[in-house]
């Protein structure tokens, strides 16, 4: 069982929706990853949270928006997104910024109609 | 920069057959090194790590070594199951950093 949790599993969306990807995790990590990972290959860094504030944006879009309400949870707000967003969205976390290894959750799986 | 390469796959195996995957890498310093699998469906799961050169790090009958000498840091499994068919993806990360490297990955099916 991961310990990582992330809903929905799986989302549909037109591009002009606006919808939001959710992570959690309870093992009182304070460093938290969004990576994006197309098929077949490896995952992509996006989005690196330290103590709850944004520590490392890779050049993301900003059509992706990141937030880290608590200490526990992560989220991605989605707008305008195209499709070549689609893909499978991964959150992880580590003990500190520094810290590995980094625990992955199961990802949402989206796709941009 | 800090990069990784692992054989290229995809790898067809029969049950109880040997599994070695190939991984070297490149960095300054002292990386710690991963192995993570990927089952269909799922995200990536920590499968064995090594923080220094010599480590021995092992998990559900896989086991990798650190060798500094050669870069590398292969995966070895002495009789696969059918519920090893993964991709596997090794890893490396500097000391004290965020940074994970991923190699490209390594598609496994072992047939019954």
Not at chain 1, 41 to 63: A, D, G, H
């Amino acid at each position: 069982d991961t310990e990582v949790t992330q809903t929905p599993k799986h989302l549909v969306m037109g591009m002009t929706n606006k919808k939001s990807l959710k992570c959690e995790q309870h093992m009182g990590h304070r460093a938290m990853y969004w990576y994006k990972q197309k098929a077949k290959k490896p995952p992509e860094l996006m989005f690196v949270y330290s103590y709850e504030k944004l520590s490392i944006n890779e050049s993301v879009p900003s059509r992706f928006s990141p937030e880290c309400p608590n200490s526990s949870l992560l989220n991605l707000h989605l707008h305008a997104l195209q499709p070549e967003d689609s893909a499978l969205y991964l959150c992880a976390s580590s003990q500190n910024r520094g810290g590995q290894p980094q625990h992955f959750g199961d990802g949402t799986r989206l796709s941009i109609l | 920069g800090d990069s990784v390469t692992q054989m290229e796959g995809p790898v067809t195996l029969s049950e109880e057959a040997f599994l070695t995957i190939n991984c070297t890498y490149t960095a300054t310093g002292y990386p710690s090194l991963f192995w993570y699998v990927q089952y269909p469906g799922e995200g990536l799961q920590l499968l064995l790590k090594a923080t220094k050169a010599d480590d021995k790090g092992s998990n559900k009958g896989f086991e990798a070594t650190y060798r500094k000498e050669t870069t590398s840091f292969h995966l070895e499994k002495g009789s696969v199951q059918v519920s090893d068919s993964a991709v596997y993806f090794c890893a490396l990360s500097p000391s004290n950093d965020y940074k994970l490297s991923f190699g490209a990955g390594t598609t496994v099916t072992v047939r019954a």
